[in-house]
Nanobody, 123 residues
């Protein structure tokens, strides 16, 4: 069992930045690929960014490329999502997730999920 706890969400003006953190506990963090998803009201959950076990491979949704950066610190059991140049359309609940797949996990069937953190971007 892996427990994931997100933090760092909040209210920010358009153009601003936030850094989300995901603290993992319970199993060897470096065994898991990580992903950040988001779900806006009335919309399906979507993968925003994904990161391989070592951090050597990344994936970004087209909508966030060049603005968001996913990273991890395996020594601290932490994953991050740095979000810059935020737009109102980035408003959503953001979830981190962990998966045992090797490489990048770009499909939504992740093994473990956090409870989510709200990000609201005002115009």
């Amino acid at each position: 069992q892996v427990k994931l706890v997100e933090s760092g969400g909040g209210l920010v003006q358009a153009g601003g930045s936030l850094r989300l953190s995901c603290a993992a506990s319970g199993r060897t963090f470096s065994n898991y690929a990580m992903g950040w998803f988001r779900q806006a009201p009335g919309k399906e959950r979507e993968l925003v960014a994904a990161l391989s076990r070592t951090g050597g491979s990344t994936y970004y949704a087209d909508s966030v490329k060049g603005r968001f950066t996913i990273s991890r610190d395996n020594a601290k059991n932490l994953a991050y999502l740095q979000m810059n140049s935020l737009k109102p359309e980035d408003t959503a609940v953001y979830y981190c997730a962990a998966d045992l797949r090797v490489g990048l996990a770009t499909s939504p069937e992740y093994d473990y999920w956090g409870q989510g953190t709200q990000v609201t971007v005002s115009s």
